[in-house]
């Protein structure tokens, strides 16, 4: 298995080309279940958690072609299953965005039940209770979510918390449901905008996505269209952060600065300079030392918890003490514990972790169970003093397309090396 090997030390410069967001390149590819025509989708990332949910709606029979620039050409004319069987729901948790979709338009989905996962429970009880109560019949039968609907019927939806993937699947849903859906509550997050714009784009009738409140008109069918994936919000973010903790001058191109507002002010709080255009944000941090931050995650617009992990990070070498709280997963600070091997000072009281930042942090062989924990320890070994193993890479590579010839494009000592064992 890959593993990372950084040397840190070296402060970034340079300019990094963000990819396309993972979160919304996964449900506009199970968005296309819904068109009867072809669909073409660009900006894709070249993804594990991609090449997952491609590889999810082949089984279906979907027929799907990619080009080298990742351009990815769908066809759902001829699907014959509608069925995400649990070896690949097992790999990937987001693959039950495909349940709104199938079920709207073939009026059955046997989707198996996602289980526990590295930062939570993350149960998908609100995206259930949606679809229930747009009509759709549903049983939990052999770790399957067996859904079943002659025709879904819109009605107003109050989600109990808000959910990313929730509103996906049920904005998804009603856009082939006859009369009116609104859904209450609903996340706010640009990747929740950029589907609705997605299915805009092949005739559905939706407003409000980006607010709290999202009507959707039932229409008959949809029809293929060509749609570019959004940028990747929190590549960018990761990427800023690595630029400030080593005290560097980092701009990311190709991005939405307008999406990163809550994490752009916690790095001025830090002391970066900050100067964004259209499509670009700069990062200087004039080669000094950040100041810690406080930070509390929250839905969008609040700042992100697929942010929190990185600025751990940030704090421990930071001058200060700074408070990281996360409220929407219960167990994701297992990197905490990992970067205390790095010689961080960290507290954990409850859902919060103190940290004092130390002048430096010092090498070790780490590992982590989720993606973002993963990039922070990736992240604070840029500041370690020798050479720290990054291991488990594969989580990584689901989420971040080429993370370690980015960061060498700015100067870090990164490598993969393949594990001899
Ligand atoms: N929740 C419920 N019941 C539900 C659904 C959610 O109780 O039916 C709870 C969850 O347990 C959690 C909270 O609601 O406590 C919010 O979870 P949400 O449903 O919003 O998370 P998600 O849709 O499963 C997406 C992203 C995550 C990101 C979260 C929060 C995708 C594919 N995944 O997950 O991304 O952390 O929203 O913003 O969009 C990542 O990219 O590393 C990642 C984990």
């Given at each position: 298995m890959d593993k990372l090997q950084i040397r840190g030390g070296v402060q970034l410069e340079g300019e990094v080309r963000i990819s396309g967001a993972k979160n919304a390149a996964l449900p506009i590819l199970a968005g296309t279940l819904l068109?009867?025509?072809?669909?073409?989708?660009?900006?894709?990332?070249?993804?594990?958690?991609?090449?997952?949910?491609i590889e999810l709606l082949g089984r279906m029979g979907v027929g799907v072609t990619i080009d080298d620039k990742m351009r990815v050409e769908v066809d759902a004319s001829s699907v014959s299953e509608c069925v995400a069987p649990y070896e690949l729901v097992r790999t990937m948790r987001a693959s039950i965005v495909v349940l709104g979709p199938l079920l709207a338009r073939f009026g059955r989905a046997d989707v198996s039940l996602p289980g526990?996962?590295?930062?939570?429970?993350?149960?998908v009880n609100i995206h259930v209770a949606g679809l229930q109560a747009l009509g759709a019949e549903i049983h939990?039968?052999?770790?399957?979510?067996?859904?079943?609907?002659?025709?879904?019927?819109?009605?107003?939806?109050?989600?109990?918390?808000?959910?990313?993937?929730?509103?996906?699947?049920?904005?998804?849903?009603?856009?082939?449901?006859?009369?009116?859906?609104?859904?209450?509550?609903?996340a706010r997050e640009p990747e929740v905008v950029d589907l609705a714009d997605f299915l805009c784009?092949?005739?559905?009738?939706?407003?409000?996505?980006?607010?709290?409140?999202?009507?959707?008109?039932?229409?008959?069918?949809?029809?293929?269209?060509?749609?570019?994936?959004?940028?990747?919000?929190?590549?960018?973010?990761?990427f800023l952060v690595a630029g400030a903790i080593t005290g560097g001058h980092v701009r990311v191109k190709g991005t939405r600065p307008e999406h990163l507002d809550a994490v752009l002010a916690k790095l001025r709080e830090a002391g970066a300079t900050i100067q964004v255009g259209d499509s670009w944000i700069d990062l200087n941090m004039h080669g000094r030392r950040p100041h810690s931050v406080d930070i509390r995650t929250a839905p969008h617009p609040a700042f992100p918890t697929d942010m929190q992990?990185?600025?751990?990070?940030?704090?421990?070498?930071?001058?200060?003490?700074g408070t990281?709280?996360?409220?929407?997963?219960?167990?994701?600070?297992?990197?905490?514990?990992?970067m205390r091997r790095l010689g961080a000072d960290i507290r954990i009281e409850g859902n919060t972790a103190i940290i004092r930042g130390m002048p430096n942090l010092t090498a070790a062989p780490v590992m982590a169970?989720?993606?973002?924990?993963?990039?922070?320890?990736?992240?604070?070994?840029?500041?370690?003093?020798?050479?720290?193993?990054?291991?488990?890479?594969?989580?990584?590579?689901?989420?971040?397309?080429?993370?370690?010839?980015?960061?060498a494009a700015c100067g870090a000592d990164i490598e993969r090396v393949k594990d001899a064992a």
């Open positions: 068109a009867e025509g072809p669909v073409s989708i660009g900006n894709v990332p070249h993804l594990r958690d991609v090449t997952t949910m526990g996962c590295a930062i939570g429970a993350r149960p939990i039968e052999n770790g399957y979510i067996r859904a079943r609907a002659d025709k879904l019927v819109g009605t107003r939806l109050v989600l109990d918390t808000v959910t990313v993937t929730g509103t996906e699947n049920l904005l998804m849903a009603a856009t082939l449901a006859e009369g009116q859906t609104v859904i209450e509550n609903a784009t092949m005739g559905a009738r939706i407003r409000g996505a980006g607010t709290d409140t999202i009507v959707v008109d039932g229409v008959e069918r949809l029809q293929g269209a060509s749609y570019d994936v959004l940028p990747d919000r929190i590549e960018a973010g990761t992990a990185q600025f751990a990070a940030l704090n421990t070498i930071a001058d200060g003490v990281v709280t996360e409220t929407i997963f219960e167990n994701r600070f297992m990197h905490m514990l990992e169970t989720d993606l973002r924990a993963s990039v922070s320890l990736v992240i604070a070994g840029l500041v370690a003093q020798g050479e720290t193993i990054v291991n488990r890479v594969y989580h990584l590579d689901r989420g971040y397309e080429r993370l370690e010839a980015k960061l």
